[in-house]
C-alpha cells in the first residue's frame, strides 16, 4: 500500500550543520505515526521541509508517491497537508469561531465542492468540542483550550494528513485524555494520516501505532511502540529507563 506521505532521504544543512540527515518516515492514511526525539533532534525542521517551509538540501518528499518537493505551502494545503505550532500559532483577537471560519473561507479558493464555511465551522466546533466557548476571544481561552481551536483551524482545511507539534503541551492530564480520544476519532471516522511531534512518552506510546525516533536529525530507530520503548539505543537516546517503565 503506497503510504499517504513518505520522506526519501532528507537533508537539511544550515551551513555546517545538518540539522536532517538522511530522514526516511512514512505516514498512512487512518493512523497516528510519532515523531520523537531530544530537543533540538530535527523533528520540527522535518515538519517543515513536510509543509513546504524548510526546502531541503536533498531528499524528496512524496504524498500518495507523487514528489510534492518543489511545491510551495500554500500548494501542498490544497493538496491536502495542514499542521499546528510547537508554539501556539491562533488569532488571539478573534473568537474561536472566527478562527475556524479564516481557515473555512480560505478553503473556498481550491474546494469547489459547494459546501457551507458556517455549517463546516459549527461542525468542527462540535467535534473537537469547544462549541461552548466558541464566541469567547482565543487570547482570553486557558492554553489547552486554544490549541484545540488551532488543531479546529486545521481541520477546517479538509485535510488529508495532519502533523501536530506537541499537540498535549499546556495541556492537562484530563485535557490530554480528550485529545487523545479526538484524534482517535479523527483517524477512525474520517481516515486521516496523523504524523505526531510530542514529548509526553506516555501520550505518544498510547496513540501511536507506528513510532519514528530522530537523534541528531537521523532516524536512530522505527517500530510500534513495545519496539521503540525496548530499543536500546533509544533509552540512551532519549527515553531513558524510568520513562520507558512509566509509560509502559
Known sequence: MTALLST????????????????????HAGRVTGLIGPNGAGKTTCFNVITGLQEPTSGKVLLEGVDITGKSPSKRARLGIARTFQ??????????????????????AWDKSGFDPKKVTDEILEK?????????????????????????????TNPRLLLLDEASSGLTEEETEEMAALLRRLVADDGLGILLVEHDMSFV????????????????????????QANPTVQAAYLGTESVEEAS
Open 87 to 108: 508554539k501556539l500559532e491562533v488569532f488571539g483577537s478573534l473568537s474561536a469561531r472566527e478562527n475556524i471560519m479564516v481557515a473555512a473561507e480560505q478553503r473556498r
Open 8 to 27: 526519501n532521504e532528507v537533508v537539511v544543512r544550515f551551513g555546517v550543520l545538518q540539522a536532517v540527515s538522511q530522514a526516511s518516515i512514512e505516514v
Open 128 to 156: 473537537v468540542g469547544i462549541a461552548d466557548v466558541s464566541e469567547f476571544m482565543v487570547g482570553t481561552l486557558p492554553t489547552g483550550t486554544a490549541r484545540l481551536v488551532e488543531l479546529a483551524r486545521a481541520l477546517a
Open 205 to 228: 506510546m498510547g496513540i501511536c501505532e507506528f513510532i519514528y525516533v530522530l537523534d541528531f536529525g537521523r532516524v536512530i530507530a522505527s517500530g510500534t511502540p513495545a519496539e521503540v
